[in-house]
Protein backbone atom coordinates (compact mmCIF):
# COMPACT_ATOMS: atom_id res chain seq x y z
CA UNK A 1 0.00 0.00 0.00
CA UNK A 2 1.80 3.33 -1.17
CA UNK A 3 0.53 6.50 0.21
CA UNK A 4 -1.48 8.83 -2.21
CA UNK A 5 -2.56 12.04 -0.48
CA UNK A 6 0.26 14.99 -0.03
CA UNK A 7 -0.21 14.67 3.96
CA UNK A 8 0.77 10.93 4.09
CA UNK A 9 4.02 11.17 2.15
CA UNK A 10 4.75 14.74 3.91
CA UNK A 11 4.13 12.12 7.23
CA UNK A 12 6.40 9.45 5.57
CA UNK A 13 9.33 11.81 4.48
CA UNK A 14 9.19 13.08 8.13
CA UNK A 15 8.91 9.41 10.06
CA UNK A 16 12.06 8.61 7.69
CA UNK A 17 14.23 11.69 8.17
CA UNK A 18 13.30 11.72 12.14
CA UNK A 19 14.33 7.87 12.10
CA UNK A 20 17.40 8.73 9.73
CA UNK A 21 18.77 11.55 12.33
CA UNK A 22 18.39 8.92 15.32
CA UNK A 23 20.12 5.72 13.63
CA UNK A 24 22.91 8.26 12.62
CA UNK A 25 23.15 9.67 16.20
CA UNK A 26 23.41 6.26 17.40
CA UNK A 27 25.92 4.94 15.30
CA UNK A 28 28.16 8.23 15.14
CA UNK A 29 29.42 7.70 19.04
CA UNK A 30 29.87 3.65 18.42
CA UNK A 31 32.07 4.38 15.34
CA UNK A 32 34.10 6.94 17.56
CA UNK A 33 34.57 4.35 20.04
CA UNK A 34 35.41 1.71 17.69
CA UNK A 35 38.54 4.08 15.84
CA UNK A 36 39.46 5.13 19.24
CA UNK A 37 40.40 1.52 20.32
CA UNK A 38 42.05 1.35 17.12
CA UNK A 39 44.27 4.72 17.19
CA UNK A 40 47.48 5.00 19.08
CA UNK A 41 47.51 7.31 22.21
CA UNK A 42 49.57 9.90 19.96
CA UNK A 43 47.16 10.35 17.12
CA UNK A 44 44.25 10.28 19.63
CA UNK A 45 46.09 13.31 21.65
CA UNK A 46 46.72 15.04 19.22
CA UNK A 47 43.40 14.79 16.91
CA UNK A 48 39.78 15.09 19.09
CA UNK A 49 37.36 13.86 17.13
CA UNK A 50 37.72 11.34 13.92
CA UNK A 51 35.67 8.67 12.58
CA UNK A 52 38.47 7.36 10.22
CA UNK A 53 41.95 5.92 12.07
CA UNK A 54 44.63 7.55 10.74
CA UNK A 55 47.15 4.89 11.84
CA UNK A 56 46.07 1.67 13.45
CA UNK A 57 47.16 0.08 16.35
CA UNK A 58 46.22 -2.59 18.50
CA UNK A 59 48.42 -2.65 21.73
CA UNK A 60 45.00 -2.21 23.68
CA UNK A 61 43.48 -4.99 22.22
CA UNK A 62 46.77 -7.06 22.55
CA UNK A 63 47.23 -5.60 26.54
CA UNK A 64 43.15 -6.92 27.30
CA UNK A 65 43.75 -10.26 25.32
CA UNK A 66 46.71 -10.95 27.58
CA UNK A 67 45.06 -10.50 30.82
CA UNK A 68 43.87 -14.20 32.04
CA UNK A 69 40.64 -12.27 34.27
CA UNK A 70 39.21 -11.97 30.92
CA UNK A 71 39.65 -15.70 29.89
CA UNK A 72 38.44 -17.14 32.81
CA UNK A 73 35.90 -14.75 33.20
CA UNK A 74 34.79 -15.71 29.59
CA UNK A 75 34.91 -19.13 30.74
CA UNK A 76 32.48 -18.87 33.50
CA UNK A 77 30.41 -16.85 31.02
CA UNK A 78 30.28 -19.88 29.05
CA UNK A 79 30.10 -22.72 31.49
CA UNK A 80 26.89 -20.61 33.40
CA UNK A 81 24.88 -20.44 30.21
CA UNK A 82 25.69 -24.06 29.29
CA UNK A 83 24.58 -25.44 32.77
CA UNK A 84 21.73 -23.04 33.37
CA UNK A 85 20.40 -23.86 29.73
CA UNK A 86 20.87 -27.53 30.14
CA UNK A 87 18.95 -27.57 33.47
CA UNK A 88 16.33 -25.29 32.50
CA UNK A 89 15.49 -27.96 29.71
CA UNK A 90 15.80 -31.06 31.70
CA UNK A 91 13.71 -29.45 34.72
CA UNK A 92 10.98 -27.95 31.96
CA UNK A 93 10.78 -31.02 31.21
CA UNK A 94 10.07 -33.26 33.93
CA UNK A 95 7.65 -30.79 34.93
CA UNK A 96 5.56 -30.69 31.62
CA UNK A 97 5.68 -34.25 31.52
CA UNK A 98 3.63 -34.81 34.28
CA UNK A 99 1.13 -31.59 33.43
CA UNK A 100 0.03 -33.43 30.51
CA UNK A 101 -1.67 -36.26 32.06
CA UNK A 102 -5.12 -36.07 33.00
CA UNK A 103 -4.80 -37.64 36.20
CA UNK A 104 -2.19 -36.02 37.47
CA UNK A 105 -3.86 -35.05 41.58
CA UNK A 106 -4.32 -31.76 41.38
CA UNK A 107 -3.19 -30.74 37.99
CA UNK A 108 -5.50 -27.28 37.50
CA UNK A 109 -3.68 -25.81 40.35
CA UNK A 110 -0.23 -27.26 38.94
CA UNK A 111 -0.91 -25.88 35.55
CA UNK A 112 -2.83 -22.38 37.09
CA UNK A 113 0.90 -21.53 39.01
CA UNK A 114 3.26 -22.45 35.70
CA UNK A 115 1.32 -20.20 33.63
CA UNK A 116 0.37 -17.37 36.56
CA UNK A 117 4.32 -18.00 36.93
CA UNK A 118 4.86 -17.29 33.40
CA UNK A 119 2.74 -14.02 32.99
CA UNK A 120 4.27 -12.25 35.99
CA UNK A 121 8.24 -13.62 36.59
CA UNK A 122 10.72 -11.76 38.07
CA UNK A 123 13.05 -9.14 36.85
CA UNK A 124 15.94 -11.06 34.16
CA UNK A 125 18.30 -9.18 36.48
CA UNK A 126 18.72 -7.99 40.47
CA UNK A 127 18.13 -4.44 41.32
CA UNK A 128 20.22 -4.53 44.35
CA UNK A 129 23.64 -5.86 43.70
Not at 2 to 30: E, F, H, N
Not at 109 to 128: C, E, I, K
Request: glycine letters at 4%; proline letters at 5%.
Amino acid sequence: MRPTALSDKLVAILAYTVLSLLGICSLLPLMQVITLSMSPSEVINSYSFHFIPLKFDFKGYATVFMNDNLWRAYGNTLLRTALGVTLTIILTFCAAYPLTKKDLPHRTFWMAFVVLTMFFSGASSRSTC
